[in-house]
């Protein structure tokens, strides 16, 4: 059994390191003795970087989301940055052998392409034979993906394995155990119990709507949008870490006809899936992997162009899903959906089909060896 575990992601308020978290809390599980060092790859070996780039990426997607759709996996940008890639690489070099001869892990996983191209590139001017696996965090992957030097992948569906095969990657590397999520939501809550601590009607459909960790998108203009509804229900909103639009939110709900509570960043999230009927987001691999495993129907609002578009559009393949591009469209789908629960249903169906809750205990035995 593999001991001393490194696990990389990019990010602290993202999709990669929740996914690095819930690998990391399995393997404790299953080897309480494990050495595990987990890091921000971005931070840990180019600081800077880490803060230009989360910077800029913000802002192209805010101002200029056609931008993210162009470079977004486009093979023309991936060719010509290959020399910018490698001009990252030689300069975070020292860095990562530094870390890798400090630490000298047993094992290497990545939840994010960057520090995987990274130790791939590592391994193979040091031809060393440290297990590398690439575990990835959206239903469809990217080139920047591919190297020849990852020992292992998990994906999170047939359709990404199929993608990476075609990319000539082995499929005997591929295993299809899902996106890693906390085991949390795998498990049966007492829904009475919750609804009871939240002050809901147990009677109405409960509608949850979240933008993400950073609490991004038109959520205010969505909730007035689904407030001209007339059919019934109750809405939850979480804000993340957006102080902005919480108080917002928190000055228009009383003016709302239907009643709206309101979440800042908050630690109990399967508890609000448990007890929702529909959740209305932006679909990251990571929320959209809790949703699933909750049996969740998922309408995908506002979907950044590139991953969140790609995990979307298989969403609705799979029929676990529905893609609302515009927010005014809204409260069109959501009526449909209200006044249609049979509807509802079989699309709740679908998503649990698609559920994978013990994805991080089988990616935690995979990097383990066992």
């Known amino acids: 059994m593999r001991h001393r575990i490194l696990l990389t992601h990019i990010t602290v308020n993202s999709g990669h390191y929740r996914a690095a978290r819930a690998i990391e809390h ?26 230009l780039i989360d910077r800029m990426y913000l802002s192209v997607i805010k101002k200029a989301p056609e931008v993210w759709d162009y470079l977004y996996d486009n093979p023309k940008v991936v060719r010509r ?16 052998q530094a870390l890798m001869r400090d630490f000298n ?37 990217h080139a920047y993906w591919v190297h020849d030097q990852v020992d292992g992948y998990v994906v999170p569906a047939e359709t990404t394995k199929h993608w990476l095969v075609d990319h000539k990657i082995d499929p005997k590397k591929i295993s299809v155990f899902g996106i890693p999520i906390d085991p949390l939501f795998g498990h049966t809550p007492d ?9 809901l009607d147990p009677h ?3 509608l949850l709507m979240m933008g993400g960790g950073q609490g991004l998108g038109p959520l205010v203009e969505a909730v007035d949008d689904l407030d001209k509804i007339s059919a019934p229900f109750q809405l939850l909103v979480v804000t993340g870490s957006n102080e902005s639009l919480y108080h917002r939110l928190i000055k228009r709900a009383p003016s709302l006809k239907h009643p709206v509570r309101i979440f800042a960043h908050v ?6 899936m448990s007890v929702s009927s529909l959740i209305i987001t932006k679909p990251g691999g990571l929320t959209t992997s809790e949703a699933l495993v909750k049996g969740l129907p998922i309408v995908a609002l506002n979907p950044i162009p590139g991953q969140e578009m790609r995990n979307a559009n298989f969403l609705v393949s799979q029929k676990a899903g529905l ?15 209200l006044h249609h629960p049979d509807d509802l249903k079989t699309m709740a ?9 013990h994805a991080a205990a089988d990616t935690a035995r995979l990097v383990l060896g066992l």
């Open 26 to 51: 399995s393997i404790r599980e299953l080897n309480p003795k494990a050495e595990i060092l987990n890091i921000d790859a971005f931070q840990y070996l180019n600081p800077f970087l880490a803060r």
């Open 81 to 96: 940055s290959q020399q910018i890639r490698e001009l990252l690489h030689r300069y975070d070099s020292p860095r990562l």
């Open 105 to 141: 892990p047993d094992v290497v996983a990545c939840t994010q392409a960057f520090p995987c191209g990274l130790v791939s590139d590592y391994k193979r001017e040091h031809t060393k034979n440290i297990p590398l696996y690439g575990i990835l965090t959206d239903f469809s992957p």
């Open 191 to 199: 829904w009475l119990s919750i609804r009871r601590r939240l002050q």
């Open 204 to 206: 109405l459909p409960t």
């Open 267 to 272: 630690d109990f999230i399967a508890d609000l």
């Open 323 to 337: 893609l609302v591009k515009k927010t005014d469209h809204l409260a069109t789908v959501v009526r449909k959906l």
């Open 349 to 357: 169906q679908h998503a649990r089909r698609l559920g994978k809750p």
